[in-house]
């Protein structure tokens, strides 16, 4: 028999009952046992649906009312000091100040989980930061489900991977010489959690699948040399790469198992099955954790037959990854396309997919013909049905001349092209599309989606909106202005709704931070553009005003990057028929006299593979698809881009090599130090710094816009600068964005004027 586990379960909820609980929580509508009581209720619910959908070893301590990573400092007591809270007795209040500050702290901060969309709260390590194991955080959980009747296993981020997703604070050291306190803490969990009766734990590394220094794999072998001996016996997890350059280190280590990811790397599998220990328990994570389409059941069979005959009992049955990663029901999706729906399985069919998977290998295929037959079914009609092929999306791609995604002139010969209509002042000044989403647009559109009001109506307050807009920008005193995107509900879905290729769920979320969930649009055919998405609105808006209105897109690689991906096609290639059906757009936004058009990427950073060997190609295929997107412009068409919240000095050549006229990116996070390294690259186009964070509705004063911009023209030529806050705006209200676009513009003015002055 091979036994079937799971590395984690969506601990959301089918009806997102957590961020309920949550949010009532944080605005006091019901006390701290109700929220205590409603996540352990989740918790249980969660754990008799694996169970009864037949998982053998289900995970304990993956829950969390956070984070995760919160969760595993936790457990090693590793408060940062500057909140001031005793580790030992940390309130529900505290752990919540942690994660979303306090009035006289900031909050951890926060960033993505490798290379999914789900965001940890980064752990702060100090030269002198000490451990004390907090095991009845996870002794809690563990009893819980226990009194359940349910076969438990702790799971716990492993010590290398805490340690290494931690940032140094204060005077510089290196990470590694925490260890050994921290083997002592995850020593003490351990050896609880045997005491406490589990079987097994479950240890993630899934730094396993980055590049590591040779210091850190060294450290993996004298690391869990002395964890193995007090603990359960051990279940070590990679997961979102390959791990098979590690193999030789991997097998020799003191666990009793190793979790393979087979859906992101299944050639992995020869390299671990070639002499695999014979006391080692190897867990094949073969059904897709992070992605929604349906197990093609004979492919993988097929693997996991090749596997057992080499381990007989010794193999395990798993997910890629934890579930957290998928939305949880599909049965909840009535109204979804019932093509596209049988081709798709969440967490809970997830779940059947291995049972199913678990029978066909102890009872031969025979057992579960049924199953295979549907199976077989579903990946051929998908493979084969017209609703994903469309044989013009790939005629037009491979009809594409090799210099497409070339502009027609260089840079200095459209930056004066574009001049001689735009006559803009020096530093000119603008926005990031957004402004806020008020109650009044929120209602028309509620409204509007209910039936309640007429396509006409809804227009018509649209229109009112953007006039709003305009005359507001004017009344500032802007330079080019923007229509305010009060129709867009978000970013990608608005495109993704309108292009074919696209389906939404209507209750597809996925945890992306706390509270927080994104419903991600599912890509499941080729795309293409039935018809024009924004150039109704651009054009209204620019027939207001003579000033120059900026056409707003949202780029390939982020409508990619923030959706569920088709896995029939390389990922590059759906990217550049997302790029072609914008081009469209682009070229119809041009037509219709919109000549300043910006293609937000804030997600091209986030795309980038984890391995380093592979972003070379990643990127390569990226600002091609960026390129094509604004393929066949005019020169003195201006095309902006945009980016945000990520870090992206390492890959400034990639950024300039997307040739976009004027790129305006976000800076507040890094000072400006982002700049230093735009300046020293010599960033040859247009670029906007974001002079102040878009993140409060606190108002920038003068001084340090203006400082800001002191600073940033000591590395930017004046003729490329432009004048604009970090992002969009939508969240904030109007009274701050006026006075703080107010400040913005004054200022502007008075370095215009006094850079006239010789000094
Ligand atoms: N144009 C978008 C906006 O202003 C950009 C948002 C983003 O960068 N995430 O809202
Ligand atoms: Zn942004």
New binding site residues.
Partial sequence: MSTTHLLGFPRIGAKRELKTLLENYWKEAIDEAALLQGARELRQRHWLLQKGAGAQLLPVGDFSLYDHVLDAQLLVGAVPPRFGFDAAELSTRQYFELARGNAAQPALEMTKWFDTNYHYLVPEWRADTAFRAQPERLLAPLREAQALGVNAKPVLLGPLSLLWLGKAKGQAFDKLTLLPGLIAAYRELLAALKQAGAEWAQIDEPILALDLPQAWLDAFAPVYAELAPAAPRLLLASYFGSVAEHAPLLKALPVAGLHLDLARAPEQLAVFLADYPADKVLSAGLIDGRNIWRADLSAILEQAEAARARLGERLWLAPSCSLLHSPFDLAAEIQLDADVRTWLAFAVQKLNELKTLQRGLNQGRAAIANELTGSDFAQRQRRDSARIHKPEVAARLAALPRDADRRASPYPQRAAAQQAWLQLPPLPTT????FPQTQSIRASRAAFKKGELSAADYQAAMEKEIELAIRRQEALGLDVL?HG?AE?ND?VEYFGEQLSGFVFTAGGWVQSYGSRCVKPPIIYGDVSRPQPMTVRWAAYAQSLTPKPVKG?L?GPV?ILQWSFVRDDLPRGEVCRQIALALNDEVLDLEAAGIRVI?I?E?AIREGLPLKRAERDGYLAWAGQAFRLSCRGVDDATQIHT????SEFGDILPAIAALDADVITI?TSRSDMELLTDFGDFRYPNAIGPGVYDIHSPRVPRAEEIRHLLDKALQVIPLRQLWVNPD????TRGWPEVEAALATMVQVTRQLRADLKQPA
């Fill in positions: 926005t990031i599309g957004s923007v995107e867009r970013m707003m949202t982020t910006q937000d804030p945009h980016m945000c919240y976000e992002c969009g705006l939508k």
